[in-house]
């Protein structure tokens, strides 16, 4: 059986950073695209961006581009993304899903940004 | 990049009744490998997505075969034939062929 966990709720700082992890069971990440989605309050998904851990390769969406740093750690099966310079409307869910049609998600990481 | 547009973004259902939702995209999402990259979740309150169909008419392991999609390049649905409690959430489209992957903005299922 898949399963994505992803690490637990994280209260940032503006201005600082978090990473978030992402340790998938049952599945290579070698071998598959590893996607990061996010979901601000009462809104709809927004697609941050893609590793593909075999090669190290990302793409990013736009404006997330100076926001989130993906990376991949194939020995321990698991991805991460770092979000820096923390502002409040980074305050979101976000999720990580696996493969080219999102067929696998993490139950998500809730981030608030607050001082 | 690609634009989706989810239409409606609220529908009202009864228990039993057919519905189909939409999803229109700026762009042909037929890929040069011949492959359509179009796809539909399902988030349930609370929860986290789950997919439902798979290049636009795949059904996923596991899924009710009440749900089905079709279409090809930019005009897209998925229907769902017979309506059960446990449909109701929101639903994406999410498109793959053109990088950045893109988002539809959702459409709401709720009970009548």
């Known amino acids: 059986e898949v399963q994505l966990q992803q690490s637990g709720a994280e209260l940032g700082k503006p201005g600082t950073s978090v990473k978030l992890s992402c340790k998938v069971s049952?599945?290579?990440?070698?071998?598959?695209?590893m996607h990061w989605v996010n979901q601000r309050p009462g809104k709809g998904l927004e697609w941050i961006g893609r590793?593909?851990?075999?090669?190290?390769?990302?793409i990013y969406a736009e404006k997330f581009k100076s926001k989130a740093t993906l990376t991949a750690d194939t020995s321990s099966n698991t991805a991460y993304m770092q979000l820096s310079q923390l502002k409040s409307d980074d305050t979101a869910i976000y999720f990580c899903?696996?493969?080219?049609?999102?067929?696998?998600w993490g139950q998500g990481t809730l981030v608030t940004v607050s001082s | 990049d690609v634009v989706l547009t989810q239409t409606p973004p609220t529908l009202s259902a009864t228990i039993g009744q057919s519905v189909s939702i939409s999803c229109r995209s700026s762009?042909?999402?037929?890929?040069?490998?011949?492959?359509?990259?179009l796809h539909w979740l399902l988030q349930r309150p609370g929860q986290s997505p789950q997919l439902l169909i798979y290049?636009?008419?795949r059904l996923e392991s596991g899924v009710p075969n009440r749900f089905s999609g079709s279409g090809s390049g930019t005009d897209f649905t998925l229907k769902i034939s017979g309506v059960e409690a446990e449909d109701l959430g929101v639903y994406y489209c999410?498109?793959?062929?053109?990088?950045?992957?893109?988002f539809g903005g959702g459409t709401k299922l709720e009970l009548k």
């Open positions: 899903a696996m493969n080219h049609w999102f067929a696998y």
């Open positions: 049952g599945y290579n990440i070698r071998n598959t695209y």
């Open positions: 590793i593909d851990p075999a090669n190290g390769n990302t």
């Open positions: 762009q042909s999402l037929l890929h040069s490998n011949g492959n359509t990259y």
């Open positions: 290049l636009v008419s």
């Open positions: 999410v498109q793959g062929t053109h990088a950045p992957w893109t």
